[in-house]
């Protein structure tokens, strides 16, 4: 009952900078957690940015000082800022939500970070 659409995904130069964002919609009451996860060639799925309703934040120790996760309660949107680009970054980019206790997932959003 919740779709979660992302977009801004594309082709950067190292050293370059991509902003994705995240739509929620549908049946939503409240979206405890949000995040961003990405999965690249032959490797897991893993965390790479979360905040809370309130705020809080999290980040993976490799793209600490460069992304910037943010949210807008008031539209239930979330949006990665990614600066410093380097191609280890190069993977496909999910949208997570926690909404009633359920969690959903984005169909993913390709980034590619090369010259």
């Known amino acids: 009952q919740v779709q979660l659409v992302e977009s801004g995904g594309g082709l950067v130069q190292p050293g370059g900078s991509l902003r994705l964002s995240c739509a929620a919609s549908?049946?939503?009451?409240?979206?405890?957690?949000m995040g961003w996860y990405r999965q690249a060639p032959g490797k897991l799925r893993a965390s790479v940015a979360t905040?809370?309703?309130?705020?809080?934040?999290t980040y993976t120790d490799s793209v600490k000082g460069r992304f910037t996760i943010s949210r807008d309660n008031a539209k239930n949107t979330v949006s990665l800022q990614m600066n410093s680009l380097k191609p280890e970054d190069t993977a496909v980019y999910y949208c997570y939500a926690r909404v009633s206790g359920i969690n959903y997932w984005g169909k993913g959003t390709l980034v590619t970070v090369s010259s």
């Open positions: 905040i809370t309703s309130g705020g809080s934040t």
């Open positions: 549908g049946s939503i009451f409240s979206i405890y957690f």
